[in-house]
């Protein structure tokens, strides 16, 4: 009787988030991880060519506008919250849905926070060792000061913390705007660093700039200077797909969209193109105001194009991102297992493990929508994509999982596949069999009065 009583009370009061509206359903489309600020130098060093780099920031766009248009179908199809695992449930069953739950929480999360709060202690600390590099110890303690931050932010009030993630994200928007401002300004006085120049070129020698099949010379402009591989265009796209990445965020609130079948894919039109555009602004805007190799050498690009460009206010490019990348990071909050990504790992060893992994699973709702599209033909689909949509995500995440590890393999990708598949090892005996250990309900029930955890109103079957 007790645990009825206490069930209602808070039935009665659980907090209900309104509808979305439309304007929000982009801003939510939007909500990229500041990779801006991070991902252009790594993007340059990689392909080694100004040309190869811009076709593959647009090329990031163009993917992740087929990607979220593909979850717009799943998500208007199965309007539950949820994402991936209600979609994984619905084509597949138990144990893939229980996979992704297992990596998202154990590796996902804690690599987004892990990267976020790296790039903030970088900015955070770069304008204080601008004659040299500051030391990686430095960054790592400083990001593991503002996981601890953010950790007691969210702990004190979670309105604090709503509240300082829309002033945060405001600071992303102010950064960017000056960054395009001040590259527009520069390039009307003209840039002597740098001018880009095109010059025909083939079919067959752009492939072999691609596949890196013929010498280059360095002296070489754009395309030509390319030293890209098939496995560095593929890391790449793990740079450039980070600074696009939650693409996929409005199917994670499906249940509180308004009109979902308009509003969703409609969100997702309007949305990532705007991106697209802002990014490609934001590399032209760097590069006219910075020759290519200070732009492929800096770690912390903004700061660099700050210091050569707003003089003595320099100082709001590092403060406008830093507290960019910790409204992102309180988004994120999956604290301690990020601790240990953060003293362990590097920005781009994160994002490769990241998006490595992050591609698996989205590929695996490509092959959701595909499987769906056959065993329940007739089921309610308020929106359709053209199925050549979902066919052409699943190979091109194929290739970015693949291409990586036959070009240039790394433990970072044998760690998450291990990862993934020794999930299987819990799943079984204590999901599929359902055993328990004794002391497991103690704990539970400790942890959620002590947390104030709100139990949940809807039992999920694996």
């Given at each position: 009787m007790g645990n009825e009583v206490l069930r209602a009370l808070v039935d009665s009061n659980r907090l209900r988030a309104s509808d979305l509206s439309l304007f929000q359903d982009c801003s939510l489309v939007n909500t990229g991880r500041s990779g801006i600020f991070v991902s252009p130098s790594g993007l340059l060093e990689r392909t080694g060519s100004v040309g190869i780099s811009f076709i593959i920031w647009m090329a990031c766009g163009l993917l992740s506008l087929l990607g979220a248009l593909a979850y717009a179908e799943l998500?208007?199809?199965?309007?539950?919250?949820?994402?991936?695992?209600?979609?994984?449930?619905?084509?597949?069953?138990?144990?893939?849905?229980?996979?992704?739950?297992?990596?998202?929480?154990?590796?996902?999360?804690?690599?987004?926070?892990?990267?976020?709060?790296?790039?903030?202690?970088?900015?955070?600390?770069?304008?204080?060792?601008?004659?040299?590099?500051?030391?990686?110890s430095l960054v790592k303690l400083v990001a593991v000061i503002s996981i601890v931050m953010i950790l007691a932010v969210n702990c004190y009030s979670v309105n604090l913390a709503t509240n300082v993630q829309n002033i945060f994200t405001a600071a992303k928007l102010v950064a960017i705007a000056i960054i395009v401002g001040g590259g527009a300004y520069k390039l009307i006085l003209g840039n002597e660093f740098y001018t880009i120049r095109l010059k025909p070129i083939s079919t067959q020698e752009l492939l072999s700039i691609i596949t890196a099949t013929r010498p280059?010379?360095?002296?070489?402009?754009?395309?030509?200077?390319?030293?890209?591989?098939?496995?560095?265009?593929?890391?790449?796209?793990?740079?450039?797909?980070?600074?696009?990445?939650?693409?996929?965020?409005?199917?994670y609130v499906t249940e509180e969209i308004k009109n979902p079948s308009k509003n969703l894919p409609l969100s997702i039109i309007i949305g990532i193109p705007l991106?697209?555009?802002?990014?490609?602004?934001?590399?032209?805007?760097?590069?006219?105001?910075?020759?290519?190799?200070?732009?492929?050498?800096?770690?912390?690009?903004?700061?660099?194009?700050?210091?050569?460009?707003?003089?003595?206010?320099?100082?709001?490019?590092?403060?406008?991102?830093?507290?960019?990348?910790?409204?992102?990071?309180?988004?994120?909050?999956?604290?301690?297992?990020?601790?240990?990504?953060?003293?362990?790992?590097?920005?781009?060893?994160?994002?490769?493990?990241?998006?490595?992994?992050?591609?698996?699973?989205?590929?695996?709702?490509?092959?959701?929508?595909?499987?769906?599209?056959?065993?329940k033909p007739h089921a309610p689909r308020p929106y359709k994509v053209p199925i050549i949509i979902p066919y052409v995500v699943l190979l091109v995440s194929t290739y970015l999982v693949v291409a990586p590890i036959v070009d240039k393999p790394q433990w970072e990708y044998l760690y998450a596949t291990a990862f993934i598949f020794g999930g299987l090892l819990v799943y079984v005996p204590f999901v599929k069999w359902g055993y328990s250990l004794p002391f497991m309900d103690k704990i539970t029930v400790f942890l959620q009065m002590v947390l104030e955890v709100v139990p949940t109103s809807t039992t999920f079957e694996y």
């Amino acid at each position: 009787m007790g645990n009825e009583v206490l069930r209602a009370l808070v039935d009665s009061n659980r907090l209900r988030a309104s509808d979305l509206s439309l304007f929000q359903d982009c801003s939510l489309v939007n909500t990229g991880r500041s990779g801006i600020f991070v991902s252009p130098s790594g993007l340059l060093e990689r392909t080694g060519s100004v040309g190869i780099s811009f076709i593959i920031w647009m090329a990031c766009g163009l993917l992740s506008l087929l990607g979220a248009l593909a979850y717009a179908e799943l998500g208007t199809m199965n309007t539950s919250s949820g994402a991936e695992y209600a979609y994984f449930m619905d084509a597949f069953g138990g144990p893939p849905a229980f996979l992704f739950s297992w990596v998202s929480t154990l590796v996902l999360k804690p690599s987004q926070m892990a990267i976020i709060c790296l790039s903030f202690a970088k900015y955070a600390v770069e304008p204080f060792v601008s004659e040299c590099e500051p030391p990686t110890s430095l960054v790592k303690l400083v990001a593991v000061i503002s996981i601890v931050m953010i950790l007691a932010v969210n702990c004190y009030s979670v309105n604090l913390a709503t509240n300082v993630q829309n002033i945060f994200t405001a600071a992303k928007l102010v950064a960017i705007a000056i960054i395009v401002g001040g590259g527009a300004y520069k390039l009307i006085l003209g840039n002597e660093f740098y001018t880009i120049r095109l010059k025909p070129i083939s079919t067959q020698e752009l492939l072999s700039i691609i596949t890196a099949t013929r010498p280059v010379s360095p002296d070489e402009p754009n395309f030509a200077s390319s030293t890209a591989t098939l496995g560095n265009i593929a890391t790449a796209f793990y740079t450039g797909l980070w600074a696009y990445d939650g693409w996929n965020n409005l199917n994670y609130v499906t249940e509180e969209i308004k009109n979902p079948s308009k509003n969703l894919p409609l969100s997702i039109i309007i949305g990532i193109p705007l991106v697209t555009l802002c990014y490609a602004l934001v590399n032209v805007s760097y590069l006219a105001v910075m020759s290519v190799s200070e732009m492929a050498d800096s770690e912390a690009v903004a700061v660099t194009f700050g210091n050569r460009l707003l003089g003595p206010l320099a100082w709001l490019m590092p403060l406008a991102v830093t507290i960019s990348t910790f409204g992102s990071a309180n988004g994120t909050l999956f604290s301690l297992i990020a601790v240990a990504m953060v003293l362990y790992g590097t920005i781009d060893s994160l994002i490769d493990f990241f998006s490595f992994t992050a591609w698996i699973f989205y590929g695996g709702a490509m092959l959701a929508l595909i499987v769906m599209r056959r065993t329940k033909p007739h089921a309610p689909r308020p929106y359709k994509v053209p199925i050549i949509i979902p066919y052409v995500v699943l190979l091109v995440s194929t290739y970015l999982v693949v291409a990586p590890i036959v070009d240039k393999p790394q433990w970072e990708y044998l760690y998450a596949t291990a990862f993934i598949f020794g999930g299987l090892l819990v799943y079984v005996p204590f999901v599929k069999w359902g055993y328990s250990l004794p002391f497991m309900d103690k704990i539970t029930v400790f942890l959620q009065m002590v947390l104030e955890v709100v139990p949940t109103s809807t039992t999920f079957e694996y």
